[in-house]
């Protein structure tokens, strides 16, 4: 069974500060992955996809993957109040199914 | 992006009864999905609504307990059958873009919140 497992929080960071968010994957064979932000009582949002080894940079949004670790991540520089929400890790596999599995999210408190 | 409208937003339902939620999307869209989200959880995957066939779900979900229909590439409905308190949960429709996508890269209606009493 494919499992994505996120740390549930919530992290708390000042203003300005960089929120790291992180996220395990089980399926070796998974292609592509994706970060969700999820505001209160709202539906999530695509907020940055990665397919490929390495940083994929999107404003203060950084996506890290890393395949052999199966492993990815988001860090949010310079992280403001609006940025207070729950991160839902999602992934997916080629060959067959691509609809994504996500993670149980992270809550992201960032306090003035 | 395109945008997803779904009613009802909320709704305070009888036990034993059923309700149908409606989706509609602003443009057409290969693949439309079907999520439960309880809370403080993640999206659990109910199904994929097919259009012209029927849906495919997802282990611990059967089509007598949520009926689903998709009669063409911008809407589709869930019904939830003979509801219980164990039913009450935030329903949320999803797509991806455009009729081309692969899927992953999803937007979402802005949910129903069910309430079984």
């Known amino acids: 069974q494919k499992e994505v497992e996120q740390n549930s929080g919530p992290l708390s960071v000042p203003e300005g500060a960089i929120a790291s968010l992180n996220c395990t994957y089980s399926?070796?064979?998974?292609?592509?992955f994706f970060w969700y932000r999820q505001y209160s009582g709202k539906s999530p949002e695509l907020i940055m996809s990665i397919y490929s080894n390495g940083d994929k940079e999107d404003g203060r949004f950084t996506a890290q993957l890393n395949k052999a670790s199966q492993y990815v991540s988001l860090l949010i520089r310079d992280s403001q109040p609006s940025d207070s929400a729950t991160y839902l890790c999602a992934v997916s596999s080629s060959g067959g199914s691509y609809i994504p599995t996500f993670g149980r999210g992270t809550s992201l408190i960032v306090h003035p | 992006s395109a945008v997803i409208s779904q009613k009802p937003s909320r709704d305070i339902c009888q036990r034993g009864t059923s309700l149908t939620i409606q989706c509609q999307v602003d443009s057409q869209v290969t693949m439309m999905f079907w999520y439960r989200q309880q809370p403080g959880q993640s999206l659990t995957l109910i199904a994929t609504a097919n259009q012209g066939s029927e849906a495919t779900y997802e282990s611990g979900f059967v089509i007598d307990k949520f009926p689903i229909s998709r009669p063409n590439l911008t809407f589709s409905t869930l019904t939830v059958s003979n509801m219980s308190p164990e039913d009450s949960s935030i329903y949320l429709c999803?797509?991806?873009?455009?009729?081309?996508?692969?899927?992953?890269?999803?937007?979402f209606g802005e949910g129903s919140r069910l309430t079984v009493l």
């Open positions: 399926d070796r064979g998974s292609q592509s």
């Open positions: 999803s797509a991806n873009e455009g009729t081309g996508g692969l899927g992953g890269e999803l937007f």
